[in-house]
């Protein structure tokens, strides 16, 4: 006998008793999203590759590293599964000119991939809710970002979680401190890990991002982009901070903080928590004015973020937050020929009523039946059997509280089960 096939690594089943928590999820951010005027827009999950590399940087660890690329075999094409969902969306509203005449305020979710090392938190197969706002360029738009967050959280019920901001300001700000980094890391080159050498003239902001404990201290101590910023970047930062603390939201300043992703400017920011080891962020976004041009667009202003779903419910998990169980109405069960012809019908006209039913098959005795019925989550037991047929009733009985059975017509079940 062959083994059986599994699930290939990194890349998991959701089971039927996890559901419930992800269902839950998914309609407190749709009744949020729908609070802020967000309207959902659905990408291929393949895309060409040339749109990540252009997008989101040829030297960074995403293009480099972790996207599944593959060619297709009928025309040669390279074609790649989205590693994150920004690039598609502006894709997609270039190539349907959502742009024109008006600012889009969009949102998806869906599943992205990245070839990484699976671990708790970090998955081949992951899910993002991505919100993406095209056309605003002032920091209100960053601030709204920021506050609508923080309003999740506490549907959510969550706690814990704190917001990092920072500013990579403009691409001649980064370019004057580029040069000023790089001659900083140069002074330490011997002390350089193989990855910040390959990207000390290439990508240098990127070895900020690096978790290799090693290079903590030379990083900590590296020159702050802060300290090149113009005039017009610093008033956008500072313009940020002061609607977040108009909405009394608290933050706190990580310079450090450059984002993984080339097309970011202006504001980037994280939510973080302790509760997750090593895999801390649960949401993170900022400002991509650039991208929209850089994709064959018009100049637009643009800003979003996204968030991870798995880390996001296992933060839930952590803090004990579980949604109610689903209540099932009526499991009906049904013994002897006359029963089991109508039993169908029967239960469709409890569901015309609005009622959750469980229709009991596969035979069995009445007995083996209602222990099927007190395993289930129904609240009640409708029982059909040739004695009910004849009469033209059904028998209703409760299975969670202490109640006598009683026999009513199909009609009056569900004003009885809704009480």
């Not at 096939?5 to 269902?23: C, E, K």
């Not at 040669?76 to 270039?94: D, H, I, K, N």
């Not at 409760?398 to 026999?407: K, T």
Request: hydrophobic residues 40%; charged residues 20%; contains cysteine.
């Amino acid at each position: 006998m062959s083994k059986p096939l599994q699930a290939i690594r990194g890349m998991n089943d959701i089971l039927p008793a996890a559901a419930p928590l992800w269902q839950h999820f998914e309609q407190i951010v749709r009744d949020w999203l729908a609070g802020y005027g967000y309207r959902e827009i659905r990408m291929p999950i393949v895309e060409q590759t040339g749109l990540f590399s252009r997008a989101i940087g040829a030297v960074t660890d995403i293009v480099e590293k972790e996207m599944y690329t593959f060619t297709d075999h009928l025309n040669g094409e390279s074609l790649t599964l989205r590693p994150e969902g920004t690039a598609s969306c502006v894709r997609a509203v270039l190539e349907h000119n959502l742009l024109f005449g008006s600012p889009q305020r969009l949102f998806y979710t869906g599943p992205m991939f990245r070839h990484e090392r699976p671990q708790k938190g970090r998955y081949r197969q992951f899910h993002q809710v991505g919100i993406e706002s095209l056309g605003y360029a002032g920091p209100d738009m960053d601030a709204e970002h920021i506050l609508m967050t923080a309003r999740l959280w506490k549907q959510l019920g969550l706690n814990d979680i704190e917001l990092q901001i920072n500013t990579l300001g403009t691409s001649e700000d980064r370019a004057r401190h580029r040069a000023r980094l790089i001659h900083y890391l140069q002074a330490h080159q011997d002390q350089l890990d193989d990855d910040a050498k390959r990207r000390l003239h290439t990508n240098p902001l990127r070895i900020l991002d690096s978790k290799n404990p090693a290079l903590q201290a030379i990083i900590a101590a590296a020159p702050k982009l802060l300290d090149d910023l113009d005039e017009v970047s610093l008033k956008h930062f500072e313009a940020l901070q002061a609607l977040l603390r108009a909405a009394e939201v608290s933050f706190s300043i990580n310079p450090r903080l450059v984002r993984g992703l080339d097309y970011y400017n202006f504001t980037v920011f994280e939510w973080v928590t302790d509760q997750l080891g090593s895999q801390g962020t649960v949401c993170a976004g900022g400002r991509y004015d650039g991208l929209v041009e850089q994709l064959g667009g018009k100049p637009a202003a643009a800003c979003g973020f996204a968030m991870g779903v798995e880390r996001l419910l296992a933060l839930m998990e952590a803090q004990g937050i579980a949604p109610s169980p689903p209540v099932l109405d009526v499991y009906l069960v049904h013994v002897g020929e006359q029963a089991d012809a109508v039993a169908m019908q029967v239960a469709e006209q409890l569901r015309d009523a609005g009622l959750g039913v469980v229709l009991h098959c596969g035979g069995g005795s009445f007995k083996s039946q209602m222990k099927k019925a007190d395993a289930s989550a129904a609240r009640f037991a409708v029982i059909l059997g040739e004695d009910e047929v004849k009469a033209g009733v059904v028998s209703l009985k409760s299975l969670r509280v202490q109640a006598e059975q009683v026999s009513v017509t199909v009609e009056e079940v569900a004003p009885l089960v809704r009480g």
